[in-house]
């Protein structure tokens, strides 16, 4: 198989959930670039309008759904649209996110419950159902769960938020064990500080983004085709021998880097 071949999605479906903007259509348009067709979402349909229209453009069947996936009634019926319109779904983007970033002590039970139920419970809901309706089926598949740098780091005022990515870890490895043995794949693509609208009020704060970039060994954070290449390789053939991993795209800042230490003569 030529390097290329490795990440050809050509006649592949994805199903990427979150598409509305961001990330998730960014990861949508890459899947598609690739020659995958899709399966997008968003809250509000019509969000999704322009984004089916470009991506048809290419010459790629795009199916726009609507979807929350905080409510499981929700998921069943987007998966049941999903397969009385297409015959397989190859790939699953678990993109659909949100946060709530606050000091610990003014977190209220609706705030954990809107980061924690979007990101990790959402996540297994769909993941569930996508397999059991499409990939268990077809013995393969490929799940991208998009996790964090709060994988594998603590950040005060992110408790919910970190609560959930390091849940969506923990999840990907025991799905990962389960579903090996249908030819299906789960991994977490976990993206570093990318500027999105989840964020953007930090990226107008420059000496926060000083800060930020001082610490990540590459020198700047995120930007969008920063993800492309890791979500291609978790996507496709190429990663067929990896399962239950977290791909960390983050610059190296999970690294644990401060300043260099002064050296010891
Ligand atoms: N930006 C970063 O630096 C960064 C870093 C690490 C991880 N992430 C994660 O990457 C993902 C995308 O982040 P982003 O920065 O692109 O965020 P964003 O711009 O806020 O987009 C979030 C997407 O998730 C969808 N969504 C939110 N709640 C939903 C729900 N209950 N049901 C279904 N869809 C829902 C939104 O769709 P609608 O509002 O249209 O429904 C939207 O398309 C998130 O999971 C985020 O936590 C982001």
């Keep these: 198989m030529s390097h290329n071949a ?6 592949q479906t994805a199903f990427v959930s979150g598409t509305s903007r961001g990330l998730g259509e960014r990861f949508a348009m890459t899947l598609a670039q690739a020659g995958a067709d899709l399966i997008v979402s968003s809250r509000t ?33 987007a998966v049941a649209q999903a397969k009385a319109a297409v015959n397989k779904v190859d790939i699953l983007v678990n993109n659909a996110g949100c946060n709530v ?22 996540s297994f809901f769909l993941a569930t159902a996508v ?11 490929r ?24 849940g969506i870890r923990q ?17 977490v693509l976990a993206p570093g500080w990318f500027k999105t609208s989840q964020n953007r009020v930090m990226y107008e704060d420059a000496g926060w983004v000083e800060y930020l970039t001082e610490r990540i060994p590459l020198g700047r954070p995120g930007a969008m085709e920063d993800l492309e290449g890791p979500l291609l390789f978790l996507a496709s053939e190429g990663s067929r021998y990896v399962t239950g991993q977290l791909l960390l795209v983050d610059g190296g800042i999970s690294v644990g880097a401060t300043r260099a230490l002064p050296a010891k003569k």
């Design 45 to 77: 349909l019509a969000s999704l309008k322009d984004f089916t229209a470009r991506v048809q453009d290419l010459g790629r069947q795009c199916l726009p759904l609507e979807l929350d996936v905080r409510s499981k009634e929700s998921i069943d019926a």
């Design 101 to 122: 970033r606050k000091p610990a002590l003014e977190i209220t039970w609706e705030d954990w419950n809107t980061v924690v139920d979007t990101n990790l419970r959402g």
């Design 131 to 141: 397999a059991r309706e499409f990939m268990v089926p077809a013995g393969y598949g």
């Design 171 to 187: 999840m990907t490895m025991s799905l990962a064990h389960d579903w090996g043995r249908f030819g299906i794949t789960v991994n």
């Design 6 to 11: 490795a990440i050809d999605l050509t006649g």
């Design 143 to 166: 799940i991208i769960n998009i996790g964090s740098v709060t994988c594998v780091a603590g950040y005060a005022g992110l408790a919910p938020y970190g609560a959930s990515r390091g």
